[in-house]
């Protein structure tokens, strides 16, 4: 009985340790891991002390809180993905958990609205484009406002800015357009279209 006993321990110290060490997870060109990974302070691992007389006793000690990546627990991996090497659902799946790439003026996609092309559809709604040269847009509160690499204006957080009939998208919404995450800044286009502010 007591061997069997000492067998379920073992076992379980080494699940333990399985589940503290984690997989290794390679990085390719659409993930990426973020620095949030290295909050490991809480982390224990427990261990196995058997005593004379075959007593056995849990006991926890802390792990180290400078954790190689490569050996971090998959569990506290925040892997980021990248706007154009997704699809628009993993896009919009990735924007709403937080881990798509926000980009401060980086280009998002280049295969997007462009000067030449001034309307498209794209993700359930019209697109089209309007210039800050023409339309100043000083009342529009953007915070941290910006001209990004591609010519779109973006916030401080990277969201293009954009404009929507407040029946269609109210002000504050995020989305996904053909460039990028955006954000609901403006009003004043027709139901159903986007239009994506920029310096062009």
């Known amino acids: 009985m007591k061997q069997a006993k000492l067998i379920s321990y073992l076992t379980l110290v080494v ?4 589940l503290s060490t984690g ?14 990974a290295l909050d490991m302070k809480n982390v224990v691992a427990s261990a196995i002390d058997v005593k004379e ?4 006793k849990i006991k926890t000690s802390e792990l180290s809180t400078n954790i190689d990546m490569e050996t971090a627990p998959a569990a506290y991996l925040k892997i980021e993905k990248v706007f154009s090497e997704i699809s628009t659902e993993e896009a919009i799946a990735a924007l709403n958990d937080g881990t798509l ?14 000067k030449r092309r001034g309307a498209i559809y794209y993700n359930g709604h019209r697109e089209t484009y309007y210039s800050e040269k023409v339309l100043p847009g000083n009342g ?9 690499d591609d010519g779109t204006i973006r916030d401080e ?7 929507a009939d407040p ?14 995450p955006a954000k609901v800044y403006d009003s004043g286009c027709a139901y159903g279209t986007v239009d994506i502010y920029v310096n062009w």
């Open 53 to 56: 007389g075959n007593k056995e």
């Open 167 to 180: 029946g269609f998208l109210a002000r504050g919404t995020v989305l996904i357009t053909s460039l990028g």
């Open 157 to 163: 957080n990277g969201y293009i800015c954009v404009a």
């Open 23 to 36: 997989l290794v997870m390679e990085s390719t060109n659409n993930l990426k891991v973020t620095e949030e």
């Open 140 to 148: 529009l509160r953007i915070p941290g406002r910006h001209v990004a």
């Open 101 to 114: 790439k926000m980009e401060y003026s980086a280009v998002y996609s280049y295969n997007g609205l462009n």
């Open 15 to 18: 699940a333990i340790m399985m």
